[in-house]
């Protein structure tokens, strides 16, 4: 990760988010306080769907676990979106 500040920012835009699209993150600095993040979209794109696919994989192991037999996932999600509509 770097800094740059704000008027680095200002004079070479171009090269810094070529930087940051090439997978670096960029901290701007004003007076030397950080104001902002320059983060790749990809890794945090990334990250986000490794992050919920994993989330969908655990509730697939429980239901396999626990319900052996007992239909598809998706039928199970169905029934278990059903049950939390008659919770509330």
């Known amino acids: 990760?770097?800094?740059v500040t704000a008027k680095e920012l200002k004079n070479r835009t171009g090269?810094?988010?070529r930087r940051v699209r090439d997978g670096e993150t960029v901290t701007v600095t004003v007076r030397?306080?950080?104001?902002a993040r320059f983060v790749p979209l990809k890794s945090t794109s990334r990250r986000r769907a490794g992050s919920a696919r994993m989330q969908?994989?655990?509730v697939i192991r429980a239901v396999a676990g626990?319900?052996?037999?007992?239909?598809?996932v998706d039928?199970?999600?169905q029934?278990?979106?059903?049950?939390?509509?008659?919770?509330?």
């Open 1 to 3: 990760m770097s800094e």
């Open 15 to 17: 090269e810094i988010l």
């Open 32 to 35: 030397g306080e950080r104001v």
């Open 56 to 58: 969908q994989l655990s």
């Open 66 to 72: 626990k319900y052996r037999g007992w239909g598809t």
């Open 75 to 77: 039928e199970f999600l």
């Open 79 to 88: 029934e278990k979106r059903r049950q939390i509509a008659r919770e509330r």
